[in-house]
């Protein structure tokens, strides 16, 4: 009875679009006074939940994506995908996927990827000739592969929820995201040579362009390589490997003559707020995870879930539709977190690997983030790309089938996930 509350709570104080933060914190505060649960509970699980020493790489990889940004390094990656691949029908939207990929080897997360590419695409698409609304879904389209493609922060958090190697989760999503990757980009050929999307000519192909490009962008390319080589080799823990991509974004930006105080400054406030505000969901959303596990919802749940799911298959087509549908109506990180407490003992009960069911909850919880009605990327778009979220959700509903076709194979078909991970030593 409390859960129902507590839930319906925070539905309510979302549809009344109290700020995501402020319903968690107040759903769970009025929740625990109607159960009878003792207040000082709140802030004790609350500071537990954010002593993992994991967590620390979290600011460490937003302030890397901060300084790729505020430092240019993030154009020279645009202007470097599009020198490869301009000169293909749809170039600056191929270009788009190209960069974004690149990118999402730095960042971690979805948003730092829209905003970054959107300042990019938005002003380049446009100006070349391509629809703004088909501009903006390409954008979020290619955002979702942030927290895909390694390092991810949402993968960080998963891991210490599940307790497995964050190290092998984030190599387990490199594959799916390269596949995410190239599918979109076949979506791109195919609507323009099916004359769904008026694309412009595409610019003619140069060596020279393509090297001038290359030579400068080739210290932020060598970014996610670096990163990724770290962690893979056991080199470096992933709390290590923010540290490095942190100091290898400012060594790239001393190298190139483009860092400076005030950008630093910047980078450092925009990191602290970041950073304050997802330790923050994650607290409160804990401390709500627990209300729910403590009055015994979770285990009902799981229990229900275990009953008409007697495989693993099933099971992991009902989560499908589950986190898909939840990923649209609540933001990204408290929709992992309410969900998790509930679906990790069912699925460890029927035997599903707890690396290939990560992978399967990121890429769930992203296709959320461009699902109606809540779709935080579809909003986030409408404001940078200054179109109406109608002509939005109809331009990304393509690239949105084509993310449930890929997380549909990756569902049957589990070695698309752990592959690689297999490869590095893992067991399963």
Request: hydrophobic fraction near 60%.
């Amino acid at each position: 009875m409390i859960s129902a509350l507590l839930i319906a709570l925070f539905m309510l104080f979302m549809f009344l679009r109290v700020p995501v933060s402020m319903a968690l914190g107040l759903a769970t505060i009025l929740g625990m006074l109607a159960g009878g649960y003792d207040l000082m509970t709140l802030p004790q699980k609350m500071a537990a939940s954010v002593q993992s020493i994991e967590l620390m790489a979290i600011p460490f990889f937003i302030l890397a994506a901060s300084l790729m940004n505020v430092l240019g390094i993030t154009q020279q990656i645009f202007a470097f995908a599009t020198a490869l691949v301009g000169h293909l029908r749809g170039g600056l939207a191929h270009a788009n996927v190209i960069a974004g990929m690149i990118f999402s080897g730095i960042s971690g997360a979805a948003v730092a990827d829209a905003a970054a590419l959107g300042a990019i695409s938005m002003k380049e698409m446009p100006k070349a000739g391509y629809p703004r609304p088909f501009s903006a879904a390409t954008v979020i389209a290619v955002a979702t592969l942030g927290p895909i493609i390694p390092p991810s922060i949402m993968m960080v958090i998963y891991a210490i929820i599940a307790n497995v190697s964050i190290a092998r989760l984030f190599i387990a999503g490199i594959l799916p995201g390269i596949l995410i990757g190239a599918l979109l980009m076949t979506l791109i050929w195919f609507m323009g040579a099916a004359k769904f999307v008026a694309y412009p000519p595409p610019q003619p192909f140069s060596w020279r362009a393509l090297f001038v490009a290359t030579r400068k962008s080739i210290l932020a390319l060598l970014a996610p390589i670096v990163i990724l080589r770290g962690m893979a080799a056991g080199w470096t823990t992933p709390t290590e490997a923010g540290i490095l991509a942190m100091f290898y974004s400012i060594f790239v930006g001393a190298v190139q003559r483009n860092l400076s105080f005030d950008k630093l400054r910047y980078a450092l406030r925009e990191t602290v707020e970041a950073t304050a505000l997802i330790m923050y969901i994650i607290a409160v959303s804990t401390a709500l995870s627990w209300v729910v596990v403590a009055e015994g919802t979770a285990a009902q749940l799981a229990e229900l879930v275990s009953r008409y799911a007697h495989s693993a298959i099933v099971f992991l087509l009902i989560t499908n539709v589950f986190l898909i549908i939840i990923g649209g109506l609540i933001e990204t990180l408290p929709a992992m977190l309410i969900a998790l407490p509930i679906l990790l003992p069912p699925a460890k009960a029927l035997g599903i690997d707890m690396v290939h069911f990560g992978v399967v909850v990121v890429v769930n919880i992203m296709i959320g983030l461009v699902t109606p009605p809540y779709g935080l990327l579809l909003f986030m778009m409408v404001k940078i790309g200054e179109v109406s979220l109608t002509e939005l959700v109809k331009e990304v509903l393509p690239f949105l089938w084509g993310m449930i076709g890929v997380l549909a194979l990756m569902t049957f078909i589990p070695e698309i996930v752990l592959f690689l991970p297999k490869v590095f030593g893992y067991k399963g």
